[in-house]
């Protein structure tokens, strides 16, 4: 990792005065850059045998934040970012379990006096899920996984125009980041960064002419064509990944934005970040998306419709468990048809409803197809097969009515309950736990 820094600097100081990063506020050039930088590790001097232990920060994401990941990968310190706005409960249970030497915040760099870590030698960074299944795990990603992933999405990057400006969604605490801030260290492109975060943000950014890129996760779709029509909006390439890419969602997309070049990712976060993934041909008019080519050194498994991952990229394991060991369990169910893998849902998100097995993931696809419907959730709850619906209008009657052409029987929800906004993860995908809690209190 160090070798990516070294290639940075080299190429910055020949640039030395250009802009590197624009803002809502001034821009900032490469020398500026390499300054915050070059201050962040003079901090980090002061605490002896700092390499011996790990950072956590919880920063807001933007060129002060990124300095800081530059100043650790440059010296090999493990990091762990935290989500800005985390809760200090959430806080406190990551810190406990990461066991870091210094906790980084807005305010103040606090010694926490862990001398070493548990962490393998080589470790690059730790990045903690969500917990939508449990208890946030932490996954140990090592340096030499990095650079395959560094290598792979730097060639996958290659239709992007070199210097294209790039605006990433997501905190830094989301691995989907680390597209953002791998890509600038090859010096492939620019970032941009916003005070406010959120999908009015974003269009602010496209509208502006500043961006050309964007990274995010296609949940944001439906929010961003809703609230982008009738803008003037264009954007040269748009990146999605992290969860399922709806046709419908693709079509909305691109009727928005025609002359904008897409590319769907596939990739757990124990596979770093992603580990397949293709740029869409606008003409391809099949039913749903495919998750893309395999990346050089990964290999991708089918056994009884369930995609197991194996190659060079692949976590090093969870934080407090021993090294994982053979093919990753994904958990997707996926079918392969001529020689495409289509992603059908988590192996979760299959089950036994009134005798008939059934995929949610099925049911939110087709329903997504609907007027009016910007995002759906589909589950299993005692004897009620549920369809949670985000819309500004709904007439149950009429859906029912739609919905009946287009599914069989045993797949047609026995309660809808229709919202007018869904409660968000910090990653901006639907947050379950308080879709089914309220729905338990109420």
């Given at each position: 990792?160090?070798?990516?820094?070294?290639?940075?600097?080299?190429?910055?100081?020949?640039s030395?005065?250009?802009?590197?990063?624009?803002?809502?506020?001034?821009?900032?050039?490469?020398?500026?850059?390499?300054?915050?930088?070059?201050?962040?590790?003079?901090?980090?001097?002061?605490?002896?045998?700092?390499?011996?232990?790990?950072?956590?920060?919880?920063?807001?994401?933007?060129?002060?934040?990124?300095?800081?990941?530059?100043?650790?990968?440059?010296?090999?310190?493990?990091?762990?970012?935290?989500?800005?706005?985390?809760?200090?409960?959430?806080?406190?249970?990551?810190?406990?379990?990461?066991?870091?030497r210094?906790?980084?915040?807005?305010?103040?760099?606090?010694?926490?006096?862990?001398?070493?870590?548990?962490?393998?030698?080589?470790?690059?960074?730790?990045?903690f899920?969500?917990?939508?299944?449990?208890?946030?795990?932490?996954?140990v990603?090592?340096?030499d996984?990095?650079?395959?992933?560094?290598?792979?999405?730097d060639?996958?990057t290659?239709?992007i125009?070199?210097?294209?400006?790039?605006?990433?969604?997501?905190d830094?605490?989301?691995?989907?980041?680390?597209?953002?801030?791998?890509?600038?260290?090859?010096?492939?492109i620019?970032?941009?960064?916003?005070?406010?975060?959120?999908?009015?943000?974003?269009?602010?950014?496209?509208?502006?002419?500043?961006?050309?890129?964007?990274?995010?996760?296609?949940?944001?779709?439906?929010?961003?064509?809703?609230?982008?029509?009738?803008?003037d909006?264009?954007?040269?390439?748009?990146?999605?990944?992290?969860?399922?890419?709806?046709?419908?969602?693709?079509?909305?997309?691109?009727?928005?934005?025609?002359?904008?070049?897409?590319?769907?990712?596939y990739?757990?976060?124990?596979?770093?970040v992603?580990?397949?993934?293709?740029w869409?041909?606008?003409?391809?008019?099949?039913s749903?998306?495919?998750?893309?080519?395999?990346?050089?050194?990964?290999?991708?498994?089918?056994?009884?419709?369930?995609?197991?991952?194996?190659?060079?990229?692949?976590?090093?394991?969870?934080?407090?468990?021993?090294?994982?060991?053979?093919?990753?369990?994904?958990?997707?169910s996926?079918?392969?048809?001529?020689?495409?893998?289509?992603?059908?849902?988590?192996?979760?998100?299959f089950?036994?409803?009134?005798?008939?097995?059934?995929?949610?993931?099925?049911?939110?696809?087709?329903?997504?197809?609907?007027?009016?419907?910007?995002?759906?959730?589909?589950?299993?709850?005692?004897?009620?097969?549920?369809?949670?619906?985000?819309?500004?209008d709904?007439?149950?009657?009429e859906?029912?009515?739609?919905?009946?052409?287009?599914?069989?029987?045993?797949?047609?929800?026995?309660?809808?309950?229709?919202?007018?906004?869904?409660?968000?993860?910090?990653?901006?995908?639907?947050?379950?736990?308080?879709?089914l809690?309220?729905?338990?209190?109420?």
């Amino acid at each position: 990792m160090k070798l990516l820094c070294e290639e940075f600097r080299l190429l910055a100081s020949k640039s030395i005065n250009d802009s590197a990063i624009y803002t809502s506020g001034e821009d900032i050039s490469f020398g500026d850059f390499l300054e915050m930088s070059s201050l962040w590790a003079k901090k980090l001097e002061f605490f002896p045998d700092i390499e011996k232990g790990t950072v956590a920060f919880k920063l807001a994401k933007g060129p002060h934040s990124l300095a800081l990941i530059y100043a650790l990968i440059e010296k090999e310190i493990p990091f762990c970012p935290i989500y800005p706005d985390a809760s200090k409960e959430e806080q406190d249970l990551l810190i406990s379990t990461l066991n870091p030497r210094l906790f980084i915040t807005e305010d103040e760099v606090t010694d926490l006096k862990n001398e070493s870590s548990d962490l393998p030698i080589d470790t690059a960074y730790v990045i903690f899920t969500s917990g939508t299944t449990g208890r946030p795990k932490g996954v140990v990603i090592q340096r030499d996984a990095l650079m395959s992933f560094a290598e792979n999405i730097d060639n996958f990057t290659n239709v992007i125009e070199k210097g294209a400006c790039l605006y990433g969604v997501s905190d830094w605490a989301f691995d989907q980041s680390v597209l953002e801030w791998i890509l600038f260290f090859k010096n492939k492109i620019k970032l941009y960064f916003s005070k406010n975060q959120g999908i009015p943000a974003l269009i602010e950014v496209i509208e502006s002419k500043k961006c050309e890129a964007i990274n995010a996760v296609p949940d944001i779709i439906p929010t961003l064509v809703k609230l982008g029509a009738g803008r003037d909006l264009n954007l040269k390439y748009a990146m999605f990944g992290g969860s399922l890419l709806y046709r419908s969602w693709l079509n909305d997309f691109q009727a928005l934005l025609p002359n904008t070049k897409v590319a769907c990712l596939y990739g757990p976060t124990e596979a770093t970040v992603y580990c397949s993934g293709q740029w869409l041909n606008i003409d391809d008019d099949s039913s749903s998306v495919d998750i893309g080519v395999p990346f050089k050194g990964t290999q991708f498994h089918i056994v009884n419709d369930e995609l197991l991952i194996s190659g060079d990229q692949l976590m090093w394991g969870y934080l407090g468990e021993n090294k994982f060991k053979g093919n990753y369990s994904t958990e997707d169910s996926v079918e392969s048809i001529d020689e495409k893998i289509y992603f059908k849902g988590r192996k979760s998100g299959f089950t036994k409803f009134r005798g008939f097995r059934i995929s949610t993931v099925e049911i939110e696809e087709k329903v997504s197809e609907f007027n009016g419907v910007s995002n759906s959730y589909a589950c299993i709850d005692k004897d009620n097969l549920l369809l949670f619906l985000e819309t500004d209008d709904f007439n149950e009657v009429e859906f029912r009515r739609w919905i009946k052409d287009k599914l069989s029987s045993y797949k047609i929800p026995t309660r809808i309950i229709a919202l007018k906004k869904f409660p968000l993860l910090k990653n901006n995908k639907i947050d379950t736990k308080t879709l089914l809690n309220d729905i338990s209190e109420n």
